[in-house]
C-alpha cells in the first residue's frame, strides 16, 4: 500500500488538525516571503462576484474567507476526513460565510454536473489514490468557462531537510522512502493537461528560515518523520530521529544563524 494513500497514515495526518496546524503555522511564520500565499492562488484563480466553488480537499476551510471577500456567493467545502469536515463548518458557523461542508472523496463528488464556476484542490492530490478519477471529477462539476486551481509544490520542496532525515533515518537502520509529494508536484504538467488542456503552471518561490532548532522540529515532526519504510507502530522512531535531525539542525544554526530550507511552490490553473 502507497504511504500517500494509506488510511492508517492519513487517519495519523487528519484525523485531527493538529498536524495540518502546525505545518501551516510554519508556512505563515517562518516563510522567507511574506505576502500571502492562498491570496497569491487566488489572483491566479480569478473569483468573480456571484461565483460558486466547490474545494476539493478542504482542510480546516483556509480559503474560503478569502474567496467570500473576493465575492464568490457560496463555497462547498469537501473533505474525506471527518475532523476537517467539522473544522471548515465551525469556521464557517463562526465567521457567518456562506460555506457547506461535506464528507466525500475526490474521485466520487456526490455533485451535479455543470454546477460550479470555480474548483480548488490545493495540497491534496498527492493523497488520491486514482487522481486521474479526480481530475475527471472536477472537470466534470465545472460549468462552461468554469476555473480550477491545484496547488502543490515543487519536486524539491524541503530537500534540504529531506536530506537530514535520510541521513539520520540511515544512521538508525531505518530506510527512508521518498515523500507523499512524489505523486503529485510541479512537475505534472502533462498529466494535468490529459484532463485539463489549458492548464498553465505557476510558481512562487519561497524558503523556510527556521531561527531555531524548535521551530525546524515541529515542522519536521508534523509528517516527514514518518518518511521511512514501516515505522514502528507505537512511533518509537519519531524521538531517535528527532533528536538526531536536531542536533544537525544545530549545527547549520551555529554556523549560518538561520537555517534556510527552500520550498518552492506553485499551482496548475486552467478553464473547463
Known amino acids: 500500500m502507497d504511504r500517500a494513500t494509506d488510511a492508517g497514515y492519513l487517519r495519523d495526518q487528519y484525523g485531527t488538525t493538529h498536524k495540518l496546524e502546525t505545518r501551516l503555522e510554519a508556512h505563515q511564520r517562518y516563510s522567507e516571503r511574506p505576502d500571502d500565499f492562498f491570496e497569491w492562488v487566488l489572483d491566479r484563480l480569478d473569483p468573480r462576484p456571484g461565483d460558486l466553488a466547490v474545494d476539493v480537499g478542504c482542510g480546516t476551510g483556509s480559503y474560503h474567507p478569502l474567496l467570500v471577500a473576493r465575492g464568490v456567493r457560496a463555497v462547498l467545502g469537501v473533505d474525506a476526513s471527518a475532523a476537517m469536515v467539522a473544522a471548515t463548518q465551525w469556521q464557517a458557523n463562526a465567521q457567518h460565510l456562506p460555506v457547506v461542508a461535506i464528507e466525500a472523496t475526490a474521485e466520487?463528488?456526490?455533485?451535479?454536473?455543470?454546477?460550479?464556476?470555480?474548483?480548488?484542490?490545493?495540497?491534496?492530490?498527492?493523497?488520491?489514490?486514482?487522481?486521474?478519477?479526480?481530475l475527471q471529477e472536477l472537470?466534470?462539476?465545472?460549468?462552461?468557462?468554469?476555473?480550477?486551481?491545484?496547488?502543490?509544490?515543487?519536486?524539491?520542496?524541503?530537500a534540504r531537510l529531506m536530506a537530514l532525515?535520510?541521513?539520520?533515518?540511515?544512521?538508525?537502520?531505518?530506510?527512508?522512502?521518498?515523500?507523499?509529494?512524489?505523486?503529485?508536484?510541479?512537475?505534472?504538467?502533462?498529466?494535468?493537461?490529459?484532463?485539463?488542456?489549458?492548464?498553465?503552471?505557476?510558481v512562487r518561490e519561497d524558503a523556510f528560515l527556521f531561527?531555531?532548532?524548535?521551530?525546524?522540529?515541529?515542522?519536521?515532526?508534523?509528517?516527514?518523520?514518518?518518511?521511512?519504510?514501516?515505522?514502528?507502530?507505537?512511533?518509537?522512531?519519531?524521538?531517535?530521529?528527532?533528536?538526531?535531525?536536531?542536533?544537525?539542525?544545530?549545527?547549520i544554526l551555529a554556523r549560518e544563524g538561520v537555517f534556510r530550507v527552500a520550498k518552492d511552490t506553485g499551482c496548475f490553473v486552467a478553464r473547463s
Do not use: C, K, W
Open 139 to 158: 472537470r466534470r462539476v465545472l460549468g462552461p468557462s468554469g476555473r480550477v486551481v491545484l496547488t502543490t509544490n515543487a519536486a524539491d520542496h524541503s
Open 108 to 134: 466520487h463528488l456526490p455533485l451535479p454536473t455543470a454546477s460550479y464556476d470555480l474548483a480548488l484542490a490545493n495540497h491534496v492530490l498527492f493523497f488520491v489514490a486514482d487522481q486521474r478519477a479526480a
Open 165 to 202: 532525515h535520510r541521513a539520520a533515518a540511515q544512521r538508525l537502520g531505518y530506510v527512508p522512502v521518498d515523500r507523499v509529494l512524489a505523486r503529485f508536484h510541479l512537475g505534472h504538467l502533462g498529466f494535468v493537461q490529459e484532463a485539463f488542456p489549458s492548464a498553465e503552471r505557476f
Open 211 to 251: 531561527p531555531s532548532v524548535d521551530a525546524a522540529l515541529a515542522y519536521y515532526g508534523s509528517g516527514m518523520v514518518d518518511a521511512i519504510a514501516d515505522p514502528p507502530g507505537d512511533g518509537s522512531h519519531r524521538p531517535r530521529l528527532l533528536e538526531l535531525v536536531g542536533a544537525e539542525v544545530e549545527g
